[in-house]
């Protein structure tokens, strides 16, 4: 898709985001010639800044420097826009709390902005279903769905990108990837750290809604549904709707890491969970009988984000006679060290008929050693300069997401949990040790 002219405003320029992973992105994108002086990036935010003392928040380089201006505020800001030249496009990116997203949207379109302007969101994209609707209605009151790209940066990531690729680029993978052949799915995502300086957010949110509700039910749709027609952003949605549509979610257990409670920001009869697991069915054909286990928690012994597809067993014959030889496996690991691995019965060297599953393994960093794996931010930003929306979520994804989790979230006891430890799992599932690849 060609790129036009576009100028980019960050609203709350000064803030966290900007300085950590925006304008970071937005340099790399120069370095690569993908942005240039054709474009200008402009703070926005109640702080008065020069365009200096702005360029002065950022460690650039001089010429990406140039690009940066500042003004204070939306009030006259589309003429500030034109005193910077002509821009066919505008893309403000909302660096800004998520209850302010409805009244900023009004702002611009009160400022005279329209059509050619689009805008970013990050989650959360509200706190449950009716607050979705709510959130949804509002926004597109003042801009159109082709206008809006909802954030959530798992689908920036390299391998995420790469499910789609090793899915429907591969000849081998899409016969057996079904109920016939596999036992179930399993996605995991551990981080060692806790609620790190954002205790008061995560407080009100749990782990749930941090992470399986957006991130890992993107993963779970790019992992079992069905291909696109095309890989126009339209026919991908709707690819992952129809899981959506078909989703259930049947259990869901619930953990707290001792001594959450007593830190600052968190209630002291905190009911919220830093570690929960689900079983859950996509009640389609292809998926008909196959669990699909999903658990994600703060303070876990590893870092890791996985999917696992764990294959049926052999039928007892020949070498599984006795019914003993491990089924296969595919792990995808999502970061860190981005690969694919498939277990695979081998013989063991030497005169005595052993066997024993080995990895086969493929990693990024092997194959692709000269290529540095971008950034999420950066692809993300790229793709909305194109105005390429494959990569951003609908707002049906997000609501129809949320409706699954109607009446998972914040209900059910809570367990407690040592730091670096992982809870027993309630599920009769074995789990795939992410630790061996
Ligand atoms: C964010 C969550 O969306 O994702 C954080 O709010 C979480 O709590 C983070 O730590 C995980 O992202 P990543 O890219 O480190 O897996």
């Given amino acids: 898709m060609a790129q036009s002219r576009t100028a980019i405003v960050i609203l709350g320029a000064s803030g ?9 992105a937005l340099e790399t994108l120069y370095a690569q010639n993908k942005i240039d002086d054709t474009n200008v990036i402009i703070g926005s935010g109640r702080s008065e800044f020069s ?48 209850r302010v997203y409805a009244d900023t949207a009004r702002e611009l379109v009160a400022q005279g902005f329209g059509e050619e302007s689009s805008i970013i969101i990050e989650k959360p994209f509200g706190h449950d279903y009716p607050s979705s609707v709510d959130l949804n209605k509002e926004i597109t009151k003042y801009f159109g769905e082709h206008q809006i790209y909802r954030i959530d940066h798992y689908l920036g990531k390299e391998t995420v990108q790469n499910m789609m690729v090793f899915r429907f680029a591969n000849s081998i993978f899409e016969p057996i990837w079904n109920s016939r052949y596999i036992e179930s799915i399993q996605i995991s995502a551990f981080e060692t750290i806790g609620t790190e300086g954002r205790a008061q957010y995560f ?24 291909p696109p027609i095309t890989l126009e952003a339209d026919d991908v949605r709707l690819a992952k709707t129809n899981v959506l ?27 919220t969970e830093t570690y929960a697991e689900l079983r859950m069915r996509v009640n389609n054909y292809r998926w008909n009988r196959v669990p699909i286990f999903m658990r994600t928690g703060k303070y876990m012994p590893r870092k890791g984000t996985e999917i696992g597809i764990q294959f049926r067993k052999l039928p007892r014959l020949l070498f599984n006679d006795m019914g003993d030889l ?29 066997l024993q599953q080995t990895h086969m393994k493929y990693t990024y960093r092997d194959a692709f050693e000269n290529e ?7 692809r993300l930003l790229l793709d909305v300069l194109r105005g390429d929306q494959t990569l951003f979520v ?31 799992s309630r599920f009769a599932v074995d789990w795939i040790d992410f630790d061996d690849y």
């Fill in 372 to 378: 540095e794996i971008p950034e999420a931010y950066q």
């Fill in 326 to 354: 491990a089924a296969n496996k595919i792990v995808i690991r999502i970061q860190p060290d981005e690969g694919i691995f498939i277990d695979m019965q081998n013989k063991v060297p030497g005169t005595d008929q052993t």
């Fill in 394 to 424: 609908s707002g049906q994804e997000t609501e129809m997401s949320w409706k699954l989790f109607s009446g998972f979230l914040d209900t059910g006891e809570v367990s407690i949990y040592r730091r670096g430890k992982v809870p027993q």
């Fill in 51 to 98: 365009d200096e003392d702005f360029r002065g928040l950022f460690e650039v380089c001089e010429g990406f420097a140039k690009l940066l201006h500042y003004h204070t505020g939306l009030d006259g800001m589309k003429e500030y826009i034109k005193s910077q030249g002509d821009f066919d496009r505008i893309v403000f990116f909302f660096s800004l709390p998520p």
């Fill in 203 to 226: 407080d009100n949110a749990g782990i749930i809604r941090d992470m399986a509700q957006n991130h890992l039910m993107q993963l779970l749709c790019l992992v079992t549904m069905e």
């Fill in 245 to 271: 549509r078909t989703l259930t979610i049947e259990e869901c257990h619930r953990w707290q890491y001792e001594g959450y409670r007593n830190e600052e920001g968190v209630a002291p009869e905190s009911e």
């Fill in 16 to 24: 966290d985001l900007a300085k950590r992973k925006l304008i970071p």
